[in-house]
């Protein structure tokens, strides 16, 4: 097309240290290495699934050793045996409460025990909850490259177009020129008035004032989107290319797709809940534990714990330990009735969401059709601007037209490919839009 072969190299005639040129497609592949945002988002997934990987080690057994030491610095304890134990035990010499002193003055317990839960009703969903926060994790990172390509394309676009309006200023600027040349020879020969001069010289001064601010527009648009995509700033972008040709004609609803990546995080919170409740519910059922104590216990009158004189005795312990849940209060009444009002929150934003997107959708399609009947009209436009400077050539060249004549008829078509530039840029991000609310984004860019 005519109109994208006269599209501006802006930042390829910039001078910069790199001049390594990048398109859309490349662009797109580089935010999914470079972008922070993304980057961030993998993070907190990595962090999330320590904290899955946290809460399922109670599920591993658990070693731990001790060391007791103490030492009775006052009286030894004194255990009161009743009269009938105390006669047996001092052979029949005593006929009251019998004390008698418990231990020795240093004593030592020392151990290694082990705890294994050997089965609690949370083990039966614990398949679901790895599905689950496998579809987050994916869910998440699609939402936020979806976002990423809507941004950048949309950031590429608008650079073309505003690229595009500054090969108008471009022209016009030199077309003033020349207008202002033929009139200085004009004046010189007292031809013309010099208000007509002021007036060119006015005009010119303000397209050169408007390319400044275009320039400095391309400028932050271009560091935006350096940011998005992770470049530094001495590298050059190339918006020389656009291999887009509109569809002109489409059906609306043929690719649309009502999943979306928000409904399914939604989705996959709410599943989330739902076992968050049977966890709840878990916690308050029987818990079955496997449990090995193995356990040294020594007294002696001084320190010397692994001497002869030290009394040592082995307690060791193995068996099963059964806990039954009996009445905790209101707890799981509670946790279940804060977890089913966070289902019907998330059944409303999910129906909020369902509800923008179908509107945000229709309005879209209505959108992409006003722009793609504008381009057919503006396509129109300058086929007829063509023809008047095709005429207009034929006639300077005879010497019937002047040459002001001619630059209009420059600047008419060169105005209607500017519109028709501007015409086609509108549809693309009508696309863009387009393929956001039908959710096809990453199946178009990928």
């Known amino acids: 097309m005519l109109i994208l072969c006269q599209m501006t190299h802006y930042l390829s005639a910039q001078k910069m240290n790199d001049t390594v040129f990048y398109n859309l497609k490349q662009l797109l592949s580089l935010v999914q290495e470079n972008n922070k945002d993304l980057q961030l988002v993998r993070l907190d997934l990595q962090k999330s699934n320590q904290q899955v990987a946290l809460r399922k080690s109670k599920y591993l057994p658990r070693i731990d050793a001790f060391a007791d030491y103490y030492w009775y610095w006052g009286s030894i304890p004194t255990y009161v045996f009743p009269?009938?134990?105390?006669?047996?035990?001092?052979?029949?010499?005593?006929?009251?409460?019998?004390?008698?002193?418990?231990?020795?003055?240093?004593?030592?317990?020392?151990?290694?025990?082990?705890?294994?839960?050997?089965?609690?009703?949370?083990?039966l969903s614990s398949g679901k909850s790895n599905e689950i926060f496998n579809t987050i994790e994916s869910g998440k990172i699609k939402e936020k490259k979806e976002q990423l390509f809507y941004d950048v394309a949309g950031c590429y676009y608008e650079i073309l177009q505003l690229a595009a309006k500054?090969?108008?200023?471009?022209?016009?600027?030199?077309?003033?020129?020349?207008?202002?040349?033929?009139?200085?020879?004009?004046?010189?020969?007292?031809?013309?008035?010099s208000l007509h001069l002021l007036d060119l010289e006015l005009k010119n001064t303000e397209l050169l004032m408007k390319k400044r601010e275009?320039?400095?527009?391309?400028?932050?648009?271009?560091?935006?989107?350096?940011?998005?995509?992770?470049?530094?700033?001495?590298?050059?972008?190339?918006?020389?290319?656009?291999?887009?040709?509109?569809?002109?004609?489409?059906?609306?609803?043929?690719?649309?797709?009502?999943?979306?990546?928000?409904l399914t995080l939604l989705n996959q919170a709410q599943s989330l809940n739902d076992l968050a409740i049977k966890q709840v519910q878990s916690e308050y059922l029987p818990?079955?534990?496997?449990r090995l104590n193995f356990l040294w216990n020594s007294q002696s009158q001084d320190l010397g714990f692994f001497s002869g004189q030290a009394f040592n005795n082995n307690i060791s312990t193995l068996g099963l330990k059964l806990n039954i849940p009996i009445y905790h209060g209101a707890e799981k009444r509670k946790k279940i009735q804060e977890l089913e009002i966070n289902n019907n929150i998330l059944?409303?934003?999910?129906?909020?969401?369902?509800?923008?997107?179908?509107?945000?959708?229709?309005?879209?399609?209505?959108?992409?059709?006003?722009?793609?009947?504008?381009?057919?009209?503006?396509?129109?436009?300058?086929?007829?601007?063509?023809?008047?400077?095709?005429?207009?050539?034929?006639?300077?060249d005879q010497g019937i037209l002047p040459i002001k004549e001619l630059l209009e008829a420059q600047s008419g078509f060169l105005e209607a490919q500017m519109n028709l530039a501007e015409d086609l840029f509108d549809i693309k991000l009508a696309e863009l839009n387009y393929y956001k609310w039908s959710n096809q984004i990453l199946t178009r860019f990928e």
């Open 347 to 396: 059944d409303l934003q999910k129906q909020k969401l369902q509800e923008g997107y179908q509107l945000q959708y229709s309005s879209s399609i209505k959108e992409l059709e006003s722009k793609t009947e504008r381009f057919k009209h503006q396509q129109e436009i300058t086929r007829l601007k063509k023809l008047y400077l095709e005429k207009a050539d034929k006639l300077f």
């Open 214 to 262: 275009l320039i400095s527009g391309l400028q932050l648009k271009t560091d935006y989107l350096k940011m998005l995509v992770g470049l530094p700033d001495s590298i050059v972008i190339d918006y020389s290319s656009l291999d887009y040709t509109p569809v002109l004609e489409f059906s609306a609803d043929s690719n649309y797709s009502e999943s979306n990546s928000q």
């Open 287 to 290: 818990t079955l534990d496997f």
């Open 166 to 193: 500054e090969d108008f200023i471009d022209f016009n600027i030199s077309r003033m020129k020349r207008m202002i040349e033929i009139l200085n020879i004009q004046l010189k020969n007292k031809m013309t008035d």
């Open 83 to 123: 009269e009938s134990e105390g006669y047996v035990l001092s052979g029949g010499t005593s006929n009251g409460f019998y004390p008698v002193s418990i231990g020795l003055p240093n004593n030592l317990l020392a151990g290694v025990s082990l705890s294994q839960r050997l089965f609690e009703f949370s083990y």
